[in-house]
């Protein structure tokens, strides 16, 4: 497996060079539809920059609200009324709520209260299992240049820091594939994000759903989405393709040419969604979601009932203006899960998709004036219709410091690991424990398992 991943490591390389072109080698013969009901998708959003865990669950209750409010007095100022305890909204009875959202964050609180998302507290990279304690006395394995974002996002997306070439999404749709859950198909395991490392896998190469307009009529002319020719090359590439003296030479023209000739596919089936009856927010995230709604809508066509996504949203570095930037992302964020969950509910397939939220790591409790720095775990949404919600897993400590779990300033030390986290999502698309021990190489270091009771059927 190893020397075949090698040689699709060199064939990505060119086929990233087309862009927004996908980068997946292209099955010529369209598989057989699969049976509506047998379908279910995992969609990844990661948070790049590292969202506030602070400031995505809020404590609640009086006396905990009050020491937060106290710790983070600049950082609350700034946000005017936003972050005043009676602007938040409790999760669960306003009378005995722990924990709240802030109001930028209204769809997710109506999907916890109808029992459709649930919280995942303080969950972020281990090897094992850890406290304050065991972390002064260096007694245990650590994740590796924690705090560091390249590195972190890959720890979080490959469970290895930057440099990394697949990802447990990817590895997912290997097994997927390799165990025949799901029929092998190039719209398997997609990113419309920025980046890929989530959805590549070994035998995965992740298909780039962008949002260019690129038409390729390969009976004609093929030209991109500003007008100009790319005939001759395409042309050229096909020749690179039969003639090329060396194998390489050939084998990366002919993933390029399977590359337009994927997009010519995704392209002509794409066009063809019905009208789910929702207006996605009219923002780089809010399209990312409308193309993954439109690609769930056209499942049959594409051949599969197993899909793997990753969407990207950015901006969450917040170090400084906090205030300023983190609300609004926040809203991003909600206005395109409340369409993007209204389009599944009108497919009818709101229980066959899981969304979860990831991000670099959590941010500090401790504000260093109008921002955060950088933590460790954070607090994170699951929702779907096959998501026991409505409730939290895990936990969430205390606005305090030099607890159990605080690894300095606030920065949470993780009690569920991103290892268990993947292996509930990875169990809920059919896979076995086996297939989990072979992509979550941590996963076996954790004897409890605080997410057994995540996701029904």
């Not at 799901?182 to 190469?205: E, H, I």
């Not at 004609?220 to 042309?235: E, I, P």
């Not at 090329?244 to 392209?267: C, K, M, P, Q, S």
Request: glycine residues 12%.
């Amino acid at each position: 497996m190893v020397s075949h991943y090698k040689r699709r490591q060199i064939l990505s390389t060119g086929a990233s060079l087309l862009g927004l072109l996908a980068t997946a080698p292209y099955s010529k013969v369209l598989q057989a539809q699969t049976a509506q009901d047998d379908y279910r998708a995992l969609v990844l959003v990661f948070q790049f920059g590292g969202v506030d865990c602070h400031d995505v669950i809020i404590p609640y209750d009086n006396g905990a609200y009050s020491a937060y409010a106290e710790i983070r007095r600049d950082v609350l100022a700034a946000h005017g009324n936003g972050r005043a305890r009676d602007a938040l909204l409790p999760l669960g009875s306003s009378s005995s709520a722990a924990h709240a959202v802030p109001p930028e964050l209204s769809a997710f609180h109506g999907l916890f209260e109808e029992g459709s998302a649930a919280v995942i507290g303080n969950v972020g990279p281990l090897v094992e299992p850890v406290d304050r304690s065991a972390l002064d006395a260096g007694s245990v394995l650590l994740p590796p240049r924690l705090f560091s974002h390249n590195d972190q996002q890959s720890v979080w997306q490959a469970t290895a820091p930057e440099g990394a070439q697949v990802g447990w999404g990817g590895l997912f749709a290997d097994m997927i594939t390799e165990r025949g859950i799901s029929p092998d198909s190039t719209f398997t395991a997609l990113t419309t994000a920025r980046d890929s490392l989530f959805v590549t896998g070994y035998d995965t190469l992740p298909y780039v759903a962008g949002s260019g307009r690129i038409s390729l009529d390969l009976g004609r002319v093929v030209s991109n989405s500003s007008g100009g020719d790319l005939s001759a090359l395409y042309a050229a590439t096909i020749k690179q393709g039969q003639s090329a003296e060396h194998i390489l030479t050939r084998d990366l023209a002919n993933t390029t040419v399977d590359g337009f000739a994927a997009n010519e596919e995704y392209l002509s089936i794409i066009e063809q969604a019905p009208d789910l009856g929702v207006i996605f927010p009219g923002t780089r995230l809010g399209d990312q979601f409308d193309r993954v709604a439109r690609i769930i809508a056209t499942r049959e066509e594409f051949g599969v009932n197993r899909q793997v996504f990753l969407v990207g949203a950015y901006g969450y570095d917040t170090h400084s203006a906090q205030a300023d930037i983190l609300p609004g992302l926040h809203g991003d964020l909600n206005s395109g899960v409340a369409a993007f969950t209204e389009a599944l509910k009108n497919m009818g397939v709101f229980d066959q998709v899981t969304l979860a939220t990831a991000s670099d790591f959590g941010r500090t409790l401790r504000a260093n004036g109008d921002g955060t720095d950088h933590g460790w775990g954070g607090h994170h949404f699951v929702v779907g219709g096959a998501v026991n919600g409505g409730q939290l897993y895990g936990s969430i400590p205390d606005p305090i410091f030099e607890h159990v779990q605080d690894a300095g300033s606030g920065r949470l030390i993780p009690t569920i690991a991103v290892d268990q986290y993947a292996a509930s999502l990875g169990r809920w698309l059919g896979l076995n424990d086996s297939d989990l021990e072979y992509v979550l190489p941590n996963w076996r270091n954790f004897s409890a398992d605080p997410l057994a009771e995540l996701m029904l059927g």
